[in-house]
């Protein structure tokens, strides 16, 4: 009985273990990093630059899905174009949340600022066979709001 008591602990510890490892959080390595802040840095130069299509196709680059799309690109830049005669252009943006959802799937926060304003930027990004690369972008003016809301 004493044996089976112990093997029934020791099947407990263990599964104690697999679960408070399968919940810590899985975080990128600094090469992943550095490819989603170069494809972030390239959009963001275009879109201070006060060049919107430039700033979606720098962030949708090497994205087939997207590429197909061209009519939802031309749209996403013509509301940038319409928010930036409101806002103002761009001057800054800071990166302000990141979840890491699994090893394929990060999702950004940014707050971007703006001559008469600040918004809000989520951007996902997925990593396929080929990289990452950029998977979906939306703004608004909901700056108190997190990436979850």
Known sequence: M????QIIIAGLAACLFLASTAQAEVVPTPSDEATIDKIMDATTA?????????????????NALMASKASDLAMLSAQIDAAAVVVGPISNC????????????????????????????????????KGW???????????????SE
Request: some cysteine; overall charge positive; proline content about 0%.
């Open 2 to 5: 004493r044996a089976r008591n």
């Open 46 to 62: 275009q879109l201070k630059a006060g060049k919107s299509r430039a700033a979606v196709d720098a962030f949708f680059n090497g």
């Open 94 to 129: 800071n990166l302000v949340e990141q979840h890491n959802r699994g090893v394929l799937v990060i999702q950004r926060l940014y707050h971007c600022q703006h001559t008469n304003s600040v918004t809000r930027w989520l951007v996902a990004f997925v990593k396929t066979t």
């Open 133 to 147: 690369q950029g998977q979906s972008i939306f703004f608004d003016d909901k700056v108190t709001d997190g990436l």
